[in-house]
């Protein structure tokens, strides 16, 4: 068996398998952005990577990017490293490389500034709401029809540029808030990658923090 039937195959079986979930939080791959409001959906992905004992040391896809398994399910957690604006170049071409469809096997998670700190809302599809990242997404995956968890951090205060707020820090209270929702997220996808979304969607749209 040749080298490239070898690799052939084993794309395949991770998208025919029915079991392969791209999960990509969003964000920007500097040292100055880390734990921005902006960045919430890498720390979701860190999270996961920890609890799951995912290692996320591969850098393929411009993205760095852990394979594991959470909750029984085969899963890719991907960090993409293109910035927040061009997300869609390297989930793109993820779900291209392992033949998954975005509808099916595709999870996004990223930051929300309509939603409290604390609060999280999942999505089977939906527009992308201003954001940017998810712009992005839809336009190089050609849909709108992927699951996504939203991460609130709060609306933009009167008199602030959108721009620094979202690349702001969060304050003591708010990052308590947002590790809060960070673990219900983990639950969340542990719902989802079994084929729970409306379970999820049951159990975390209704909880509220302030």
Not at 124 to 152: L, M, P, Y
Not at 190 to 196: P, R
Request: hydrophobic residues 40%.
């Amino acid at each position: 068996m040749g080298f490239l039937h070898v690799l052939w195959k084993k794309r395949t079986d991770m998208a025919e398998d029915g079991i392969m979930y791209v999960i990509a939080g969003l964000g920007n791959p500097e040292r100055k952005y880390e734990n921005t409001r902006h960045n919430v959906g890498f720390d979701v992905i860190d999270a996961l990577a920890g609890k799951y004992n995912i290692s996320m040391n591969v850098r393929k896809h411009r993205a760095v990017c852990g394979s594991g398994i959470v909750e029984g399910v085969k899963v890719l957690l991907v960090k993409p490293q293109t910035y927040m604006n061009l997300s869609g170049d390297s989930i793109a071409e993820v779900l291209a490389f392992y033949k998954c469809s975005a509808a099916k096997n595709l999870i996004v998670v990223f930051d929300d500034i309509s939603l409290a700190p604390g609060n999280i809302r999942i999505r089977k599809k939906g527009s992308a709401g201003g954001h940017n990242g998810v712009k992005s997404i839809i336009a190089r995956t050609g849909t709108d029809a992927f699951a996504r968890i939203k991460i609130g951090v709060g609306e933009k205060p009167d008199g602030w540029d959108l721009a620094d707020y979202v690349l702001g820090h969060f304050s003591k209270g708010e990052r308590e808030m947002v590790d809060k929702a960070a673990a219900d997220a983990i639950s969340a996808v542990g719902y989802m990658v079994n084929g729970n979304t409306d379970q999820a969607m049951n159990e975390f749209n209704t909880k509220k923090r302030e």
